[in-house]
C-alpha cells in the first residue's frame, strides 16, 4: 500500500522556533556587545548594514538555486553561516574582521528574519499545505516566529544582567549570549537535516532547463513580483531605522533601561506581535489579505512616530507595546498574498525575491539610522522617519493591489 509523503511542516515550525529565538537573543545584546568592545555608533550602523547586505547577497544566490541544488542542502549552508557569524563576533573586536564576518555571516540585528530561510521554508509550506489552510498555516507559523523571538530577548536580557552582577564585564557578558547564537546555528543544522525528501522542489520544476525560468525562475509572474518587491523594499527600508538592537540602545541611552528590562520589554513586545498574527487571519477571510495589511499597519505606524514624544519610560513602553499589538498582523497575511497570486511553479521564486528587496531596504538604512541616535537631540528622528515611510508604503500598496484578489477571494460565497 503506498503512503503518502511525511509533513514536514511540524520540523519547519521547529526550524523557525530555534532560529528565532536566536535572532530575540542576539538583537537585545549586538549592539550592546559591539559599543562595549569599543565601536562607536557609525561603525557599528556600518557593520548592521553590511550584516543585511551580505544576508541579501546570500540570500539571492540561495534561494535562485534551492530547487535545483536542494533545499535542504541550501538550508544547512544558511545554518552554518550563522554558526561562522556568531563565532566571529564572539572571538574579536577586529573591526575589519568583523566587518568581514558580517558581510559573508548571517545575523540578525532586528531580531526579524534575515538569509534564505524563510524563502524556502515559505515555498515548502505552500507546496504541502492546501489552499484553504494557507493563510492560518501562516498567522501560527508567525506566532511561533514572534513567541521564539520574545522568549529569546527575554532570556538573553536577563543572561547577560546575571552575568554582570556575577562581576562578568559588560563585554563578557553579551558574549555570552553571541556564542549561544552560534551554538543555536548548529542545533539548527541538524533540525534541517531531519527534513524529508518531499521537502525538496518537484522533480518536474527541479528538473527543467534555466530557460524555462528566465530571471531568477519568474515567468508569468514577474511583473506582480517585481512590484511588491518595490513596495515590501520601502516598508523594510523605514522598518531599518528602528531595528530591535537600535531600539533597545535607544531605550538603554534614553531612559538607562537594563539588559533584563529591555529583554522585558521586548519579550512583551513579541509576544503581542505573535498572537496579533492570529487575528490576522480570522479579519483577512472577511475583509481580505490587502485590506487587512493596510488597516493594521496604518494605524501601527502612527504609534511608532510617537515613542520618542513620550517623557518617561513607561509610558514610551505603553505606545511601543500596543504598536506591536498590532504591526505584524500583516506579516502572515503579506506571506499568503504573495504565495496565492504569483504561479505555483515560481512560488520559492517570488518568496526569495521579495524577501531579498526587503533585506536590500532593511540593509540600507542602519548606517543612516546610527549617526542620528548618536546625538541626543536627533535619537527620536528615526522614528519618526520610519513612521512617515511605512505609512507611505500602506497608501501605495492598498492603491496599487486592492483590485488583485487571490484566488480564494474571487470565488463566489457558498
Known amino acids: 500500500m503506498k503512503t503518502s509523503p511525511r509533513s514536514d511542516v511540524p520540523f519547519l515550525f521547529a526550524t523557525r522556533v530555534v532560529r528565532l529565538f536566536a535572532y530575540g537573543a542576539l538583537s537585545v545584546v549586538l549592539v550592546l556587545h559591539l559599543s562595549a568592545a569599543g565601536l562607536d555608533e557609525a561603525r557599528i550602523g556600518l557593520l548592521l548594514t553590511l550584516t543585511l547586505l551580505g544576508d541579501t547577497a546570500l540570500s539571492l544566490v540561495v534561494t535562485t538555486r534551492a530547487d535545483r541544488v536542494g533545499r535542504r542542502r541550501m538550508l544547512a549552508l544558511g545554518a552554518a553561516l550563522m554558526v561562522l557569524a556568531g563565532a566571529v563576533f564572539a572571538s574579536t573586536s577586529a573591526f575589519w574582521i568583523l566587518l568581514l564576518a558580517a558581510t559573508v555571516g548571517v545575523m540578525s540585528p532586528s531580531g526579524n528574519e534575515v538569509g534564505p530561510f524563510l524563502a524556502i521554508e515559505q515555498a515548502v509550506v505552500a507546496q504541502q499545505v492546501p489552499p484553504e489552510r494557507r493563510t492560518a498555516t501562516f498567522a501560527w507559523y508567525s506566532l511561533a516566529g514572534s513567541l521564539a523571538t520574545a522568549t529569546g530577548a527575554l532570556a538573553a536580557g536577563f543572561a547577560a544582567e546575571g552575568l554582570r552582577r556575577a562581576g562578568v564585564s559588560e563585554l563578557g557578558s553579551t558574549r555570552a549570549v553571541v ?83 529591555l529583554g522585558s520589554i521586548f519579550f512583551g513586545a513579541n509576544v503581542l506581535a505573535g498572537f496579533s498574527a492570529l487575528a490576522a487571519a480570522s479579519l483577512a477571510r472577511r475583509i481580505g489579505l490587502v485590506n487587512t495589511m493596510v488597516a493594521t499597519h496604518l494605524p501601527s505606524n502612527v504609534l511608532l512616530a510617537l515613542v520618542p514624544l513620550m517623557p518617561t519610560l513607561g509610558l514610551a513602553v505603553a505606545v511601543l507595546l500596543v504598536r506591536f499589538s498590532i504591526s505584524q498582523m500583516d506579516v502572515p497575511t503579506r506571506q499568503s498574498y504573495t504565495m496565492a497570486v504569483v504561479e505555483p511553479g515560481e512560488r520559492s521564486a517570488a518568496a526569495g525575491v521579495t524577501g531579498i528587496a526587503r533585506t536590500v531596504g532593511a540593509a540600507l538604512a542602519p548606517a543612516a539610522a546610527g549617526p542620528l541616535y548618536a546625538v541626543p537631540a536627533l535619537s527620536g528622528l528615526p522614528f519618526l522617519v520610519a513612521g512617515g515611510l511605512k505609512i507611505v508604503y500602506d497608501l501605495l500598496l492598498w492603491r496599487s493591489f486592492r483590485a488583485l484578489r487571490p484566488p480564494e477571494e474571487r470565488r463566489p460565497p457558498a
Not at 522542489?201 to 517585481?226: F, Q, T
Not at 515590501?232 to 538592537?245: R, T
Request: charged fraction near 10%; proline fraction near 8%; glycine fraction near 10%.
Open 179 to 261: 556564542l549561544g547564537y552560534a551554538a543555536l546555528g548548529l542545533a539548527l543544522a541538524a533540525l534541517f537535516a531531519a527534513l524529508s525528501p518531499a521537502a525538496e522542489a518537484p522533480p518536474a520544476d527541479r528538473d527543467a532547463p534555466p530557460a524555462a525560468a528566465p530571471v531568477l525562475g519568474l515567468h508569468r509572474s514577474r511583473g506582480v513580483v517585481l512590484r511588491l518587491s518595490g513596495l515590501f523594499a520601502v516598508d523594510a527600508f523605514a522598518g531599518g531605522f528602528v531595528v530591535q538592537s537600535f531600539l533597545a540602545w535607544w531605550f538603554h541611552q534614553r531612559f538607562g533601561a537594563s539588559p533584563a528590562l
